[in-house]
């Protein structure tokens, strides 16, 4: 059995009185992805037939050139959802929006 202990993000926060909900993101190093590359990719699998494809793509391409070039970062991320009770929420050091926090997922049997 492997630890997987993963970085989060706090992206929001609900206080209900009692209890606390965080809304987590997996905070990661994010790879740049051309604008271009995803938009190929995105023709790649909406197009079914092949003809039509590859009439579409040079176009595509030709037009995706003459563009400035816009770096996106990309990550499918693991999102977590956490309710707790305020106490806890308050022995954790009550993390605000944009702050990190550690997450220790692992099977226990």
């Known amino acids: ?3 997987e202990r993963v970085r989060f993000r706090v992206n929001q926060l609900t206080e209900t009185g009692t209890n606390v909900s965080l809304a987590l993101s997996e905070d990661v190093e994010l790879e740049p992805v051309s604008q271009q590359q995803m ?7 909406a197009v079914a037939d092949k003809d039509v ?3 579409i793509k040079p176009i595509l391409e030709a037009l995706l050139r003459s563009q400035p070039q816009t770096l996106v970062k990309t990550y499918s991320q693991t999102v977590i959802q956490i ?5 806890r929420y308050e ?3 009550s993390p605000r929006v944009g702050e990190k926090l550690m997450v220790d997922i692992r099977r226990i049997f």
Request: no cysteine; aromatic share 0%; hydrophobic share 35%.
């Open 53 to 55: 494809k590859e009439q």
């Open 1 to 3: 059995m492997e630890d």
């Open 91 to 93: 022995r954790i050091g």
């Open 83 to 87: 309710t707790m009770p305020k106490k």
């Open 39 to 45: 938009m190929l990719e995105a023709v790649e699998r």
